[in-house]
């Protein structure tokens, strides 16, 4: 309504300012002019609402625990065999036959795999044969020797035919035992044409199928040899465990937390992964629950030694110029002070606290990026 007016204003002065007709009346349309502008001043300004006050923020809180010693250490990862035993043939060679898969418990002895054996078989017979060669020339040497030593005392053959006869039966043999050492090696070529487990344990991956061609020392199965486990963990800060050597670990199923167990550190390992950029711990199971299988997923947790701390979700954090700090709600006057604390420590989700607050005070856990110091707010328990 008043840009039409002013509109239309605008076009009756240019009118009569144009006609000559608004001259002699200039100085009392100005008079006139202003008079407007005053009354459309304080009729826009009658139009405002008298300002309300906000009522305080609301907040969520929570109150301060008791210091307790708090988890140092929290982690997935994984059971596995506390030994496992690659097992390969030692001799080249096509892949048969496989009676295992993954899975299986082997007894020790039992047969895993075998490859081809046509080569072993014929090394093993023409050792057998040599072998035979060497003893029935070894049998002549040592009769023909006999011979010489009856004739040599009545003077019939000569000293050096019967040094003669000796040498031969002595090379005969020494021709024999090099024989018999072939034999024994051909023997040993065919029996390793089947593999078999060392030692009992369970199938834990296959490498080979049947028709593969093997090279000496490949890879066939690999088996977790005794009842051990351990819990693996990659860490990329390992100084967390160091820093609490000897303290028991807590290991629970991540499928079922209410199966749980203990353990101990095993090992750390020296350098850390090349690709991952993580040092591998392993943890040895106190005692096995049936159903920490190998592979199933753990949690593992060990608790913080030396500084105790009050623990408080990690949405509570914010900062005061470059120190941590959490807003705390005064509970006589519900106005937040925000006061630096010093960390113990801190995870993806807790924080922990060594100073700073008190048990029992309330600190705000949510939006603290939005609240000012000294603002008011309300809580859930000022609720009529």
């Given at each position: 309504?008043?840009?039409?007016?002013?509109?239309?204003?605008?076009?009756?002065?240019?009118?009569?300012?144009?006609?000559?007709?608004?001259?002699?009346?200039?100085?009392?349309?100005?008079?006139?002019?202003?008079?407007?502008?005053?009354?459309?001043?304080?009729?826009?300004?009658?139009?405002?609402?008298?300002?309300?006050?906000?009522?305080?923020?609301?907040?969520?809180?929570?109150?301060?625990?008791?210091?307790?010693?708090?988890?140092?250490?929290?982690?997935?990862?994984?059971?596995?065999?506390?030994?496992?035993?690659?097992?390969?043939?030692?001799?080249?060679?096509?892949?048969?036959?496989?009676?295992?898969?993954?899975?299986?418990?082997?007894?020790?002895?039992?047969?895993?795999?075998?490859?081809?054996?046509?080569?072993?078989?014929?090394?093993?017979?023409?050792?057998?044969?040599?072998?035979?060669?060497?003893?029935?020339?070894?049998?002549?040497?040592?009769?023909?020797?006999?011979?010489?030593?009856?004739?040599?005392?009545?003077?019939?053959?000569?000293?050096?035919?019967?040094?003669?006869?000796?040498?031969?039966?002595?090379?005969?043999?020494?021709?024999?035992?090099?024989?018999?050492?072939?034999?024994?090696?051909?023997?040993?070529?065919?029996?390793?044409?089947?593999?078999?487990?060392?030692?009992?344990?369970?199938?834990?991956?296959?490498?080979?199928a049947p028709g593969q061609v093997l090279s000496a020392g490949q890879t066939v199965v690999?088996?977790?040899?005794?009842?051990?486990?351990?819990?693996?963990?990659?860490?990329?800060?390992?100084?967390?465990?160091?820093?609490?050597?000897?303290?028991?670990?807590?290991?629970?199923?991540?499928?079922?937390?209410?199966?749980?167990?203990?353990?101990?550190?095993?090992?750390?390992?020296?350098?850390?992964?090349?690709?991952?950029?993580?040092?591998?711990?392993?943890?040895?199971?106190d005692a096995l629950p049936d159903a920490m299988a190998l592979g199933a997923s753990v949690?593992?947790?060990?608790?913080?030694?030396?500084?105790?701390?009050?623990?408080?979700?990690?949405?509570?954090?914010?900062?005061?110029?470059?120190?941590?700090?959490?807003?705390?709600?005064?509970?006589?006057?519900?106005?937040?002070?925000?006061?630096?604390?010093?960390?113990?420590?801190?995870?993806?989700?807790?924080?922990?606290?060594?100073?700073?607050?008190?048990?029992?005070?309330?600190?705000?856990?949510?939006?603290?990026?939005?609240?000012?110091?000294?603002?008011?707010?309300?809580?859930?328990?000022?609720?009529?």
């Open positions: 309504m008043t840009d039409i007016f002013n509109h239309c204003a605008k076009a009756a002065l240019h009118h009569l300012w144009c006609s000559g007709r608004l001259k002699p009346l200039f100085p009392g349309l100005i008079a006139l002019v202003l008079l407007v502008f005053a009354v459309l001043l304080l009729s826009s300004c009658g139009d405002k609402k008298p300002k309300q006050n906000v009522p305080p923020r609301p907040v969520r809180v929570i109150v301060v625990p008791a210091p307790t010693a708090g988890i140092a250490f929290t982690q997935t990862g994984e059971i596995r065999a506390h030994d496992d035993v690659t097992l390969g043939f030692r001799v080249d060679g096509r892949l048969l036959t496989r009676t295992v898969d993954v899975g299986d418990h082997v007894q020790a002895g039992q047969l895993i795999a075998t490859v081809e054996n046509d080569t072993s078989q014929n090394q093993l017979r023409s050792a057998r044969a040599d072998l035979d060669s060497a003893q029935a020339a070894e049998r002549v040497a040592a009769l023909n020797l006999q011979r010489m030593k009856l004739l040599m005392p009545q003077g019939a053959i000569a000293r050096s035919q019967y040094d003669t006869a000796q040498s031969d039966w002595q090379a005969a043999q020494s021709h024999r035992r090099s024989n018999e050492a072939a034999l024994k090696n051909a023997q040993d070529n065919l029996s390793w044409t089947h593999l078999t487990a060392q030692q009992s344990g369970v199938i834990i991956s296959v490498s080979a690999t088996l977790a040899v005794g009842s051990g486990r351990d819990a693996v963990f990659n860490l990329a800060d390992p100084q967390v465990i160091t820093r609490n050597t000897g303290v028991p670990f807590t290991l629970s199923l991540l499928a079922d937390p209410s199966v749980h167990t203990t353990g101990h550190l095993r090992d750390i390992s020296p350098q850390a992964d090349p690709q991952t950029r993580t040092w591998r711990v392993r943890v040895a199971l949690l593992g947790e060990i608790e913080q030694t030396g500084m105790r701390a009050m623990v408080l979700p990690a949405s509570a954090l914010t900062r005061l110029g470059t120190s941590p700090a959490v807003f705390v709600v005064n509970r006589a006057s519900r106005q937040l002070q925000l006061r630096p604390v010093k960390l113990a420590h801190f995870t993806a989700t807790e924080i922990f606290i060594a100073s700073g607050i008190n048990p029992g005070e309330m600190v705000v856990t949510a939006g603290v990026s939005k609240l000012r110091q000294g603002e008011k707010v309300s809580l859930d328990e000022d609720k009529p």
